[in-house]
């Protein structure tokens, strides 16, 4: 008996030094919630072994000589404390510590992995749709140089007309613009003058008015405007003219002004652009902004007159069919567990094959096939017989020649290069 009580005594303590030893290698951030947390409900584990329900409250020494002697001897803490708290209070209390770090370094670390597999599949997602855009750009230049030929031949048939249904439209609207002009500065010109009729009348009326008696600019304080004004026979016919010519003239110089400030706002947000993109070495290509040095393509395509030409040409194309090939990538609903998907891919023992070059061999056309072709019997006869002295030298050369070679192939397997 006492043999097995020393040996459950040890365990617990085994287990404690287990306990402690987890805690003292924890973070400092996943001891602090340890600490703090009001629930931590059991696992499924726990369960399973039948281990009772966990307190919700913890305790923790907060000086470091208790600490450090937590660490090297919990049995002698106890005893100094005086067993205020027990020494199976603390056992527990540690146990409990121990499994909230577990349960936390668990989480976390499940939360960094599923973190680095979204990386890596965004990573390898994104080669791949770069590679389908190119493979996508590589099929369609045949297509979309018979559309540019079409587009080009329907083009030049219009270019006629629309240059100058263009030149008459300008010319038109510049027309009407130099005529609204000259109506508005004969308008104002006019009002002018009649206004400055108006303000010589007045000012006869009110001399009249003066000198015959009707007035008296002494009622006013010397004012003889104003003495008019206040009398049965003044009017503000000029001064409303007056307000209405200010206010006239002054929509049309805020309007001028706005003109010319949005013309400088457009210009120097032009040249911003410009100078960023310099600076950064970066463009628009689709739906994509591409920074030149990643890619020796765009580099090329930037720097070449007639590919920045090209690409303008067929934005719109190339626009609509990215977006295409996003919504064919993005139609089914994402999948959460990503080691399901590489793990059936891999299955089906699939190997994307990546082109060695986008735009294609130039010499392509010059190569034989691998397979040979196949001959008629004549043709067949004629080429395994003996050359006779009275063929034609092409004749000779092909009896003399190898049914290997000229079917295409070399004994290595490799193809031949006849130029």
């Given at each position: 008996?006492?043999?097995?009580?020393?040996?459950?005594?040890?365990?617990?303590?085994?287990?404690?030094?287990?306990?402690?030893?987890?805690?003292?290698?924890?973070?400092?951030?996943?001891?602090?919630?340890?600490?703090?947390?009001?629930?931590?409900?059991?696992?499924?584990?726990?369960?399973?072994?039948?281990?009772?329900?966990?307190?919700?409250?913890?305790?923790?020494?907060?000086?470091?000589?208790?600490?450090?002697?937590?660490?090297?001897?919990?049995?002698?803490?106890?005893?100094?404390?005086?067993?205020?708290?027990?020494?199976?209070?603390?056992?527990?209390?540690?146990?409990?510590?121990?499994?909230?770090?577990?349960?936390?370094?668990?989480?976390?670390?499940?939360?960094?992995?599923?973190?680095?597999?979204?990386?890596?599949?965004?990573?390898?997602?994104?080669?791949?749709?770069?590679?389908?855009?190119?493979?996508?750009?590589?099929?369609?230049?045949?297509?979309?140089?018979?559309?540019?030929?079409?587009?080009?031949?329907?083009?030049?048939?219009?270019?006629?007309?629309?240059?100058?249904?263009?030149?008459?439209?300008?010319?038109?609207?510049?027309?009407?613009?130099?005529?609204?002009?000259?109506?508005?500065?004969?308008?104002?010109?006019l009002y002018k003058d009649i206004l400055r009729n108006r303000y010589k009348k007045e000012r006869a009326e009110e001399r009249t008015a003066r000198l015959i008696g009707l007035t008296h600019p002494g009622l006013a304080g010397g004012n003889k405007m104003k003495a008019f004004y206040?009398?049965?026979?003044?009017?503000?016919?000029?001064?409303?003219?007056?307000?209405?010519?200010?206010?006239?003239?002054?929509?049309?110089?805020?309007?001028?002004?706005?003109?010319?400030?949005?013309?400088?706002?457009?210009?120097?947000?032009?040249?911003?652009?410009?100078?960023?993109?310099?600076?950064?070495?970066?463009?628009?290509?689709?739906?994509?902004?591409?920074?030149?040095?990643?890619?020796?393509?765009?580099?090329?395509?930037?720097?070449?007159?007639?590919?920045?030409?090209?690409?303008?040409?067929?934005?719109?194309?190339?626009?609509?069919?990215?977006?295409?090939?996003?919504?064919?990538q993005s139609r089914h609903a994402t999948k959460s567990r990503v080691r399901d998907i590489l793990k059936a891919h891999n299955a089906r023992g699939l190997k994307f094959q990546y082109p060695k070059n986008i735009n294609g061999e130039p010499l392509a056309a010059l190569y034989e096939t691998s397979t040979p072709r196949r001959r008629s019997p004549m043709m067949q006869r004629r080429l395994t017989q003996r050359p006779s002295s009275k063929k034609s030298g092409a004749l000779r050369a092909a009896a003399s020649t190898p049914d290997l070679i000229?079917?295409?192939?070399?004994?290595?397997?490799?193809?031949?290069?006849?130029?």
């Amino acid at each position: 008996i006492a043999s097995l009580w020393r040996m459950r005594l040890a365990q617990r303590a085994l287990q404690v030094e287990r306990d402690l030893k987890v805690i003292k290698g924890a973070h400092a951030i996943v001891l602090s919630r340890a600490l703090r947390a009001k629930d931590f409900p059991l696992t499924a584990e726990d369960k399973a072994r039948g281990e009772p329900p966990p307190p919700k409250k913890v305790f923790w020494y907060r000086t470091r000589q208790e600490v450090d002697l937590l660490y090297a001897d919990y049995r002698i803490l106890v005893d100094r404390t005086g067993y205020q708290p027990p020494l199976f209070m603390v056992e527990n209390n540690i146990h409990e510590i121990a499994r909230r770090c577990n349960i936390l370094i668990a989480a976390y670390a499940t939360r960094v992995q599923a973190r680095w597999r979204g990386l890596t599949v965004r990573k390898f997602l994104k080669i791949f749709r770069r590679e389908c855009v190119r493979l996508r750009e590589f099929r369609s230049a045949c297509v979309m140089k018979i559309q540019r030929c079409y587009r080009g031949a329907r083009a030049r048939r219009c270019a006629t007309r629309m240059r100058t249904a263009n030149k008459n439209a300008k010319e038109q609207a510049a027309y009407a613009a130099l005529r609204a002009e000259e109506k508005r500065e004969k308008d104002e010109h006019l009002y002018k003058d009649i206004l400055r009729n108006r303000y010589k009348k007045e000012r006869a009326e009110e001399r009249t008015a003066r000198l015959i008696g009707l007035t008296h600019p002494g009622l006013a304080g010397g004012n003889k405007m104003k003495a008019f004004y206040e009398s049965s026979y003044g009017s503000d016919e000029v001064s409303t003219r007056m307000v209405a010519l200010a206010r006239t003239t002054r929509y049309h110089q805020e309007k001028e002004k706005h003109k010319l400030s949005a013309a400088r706002d457009r210009a120097e947000h032009v040249r911003d652009m410009v100078a960023k993109a310099q600076e950064d070495r970066t463009q628009d290509r689709g739906l994509v902004r591409h920074r030149d040095e990643e890619d020796e393509w765009a580099t090329d395509l930037a720097e070449t007159n007639s590919g920045r030409a090209m690409r303008i040409y067929f934005q719109a194309e190339l626009r609509e069919r990215s977006r295409e090939v996003i919504q064919r990538q993005s139609r089914h609903a994402t999948k959460s567990r990503v080691r399901d998907i590489l793990k059936a891919h891999n299955a089906r023992g699939l190997k994307f094959q990546y082109p060695k070059n986008i735009n294609g061999e130039p010499l392509a056309a010059l190569y034989e096939t691998s397979t040979p072709r196949r001959r008629s019997p004549m043709m067949q006869r004629r080429l395994t017989q003996r050359p006779s002295s009275k063929k034609s030298g092409a004749l000779r050369a092909a009896a003399s020649t190898p049914d290997l070679i000229l079917g295409g192939a070399e004994p290595d397997g490799n193809r031949t290069y006849h130029p």
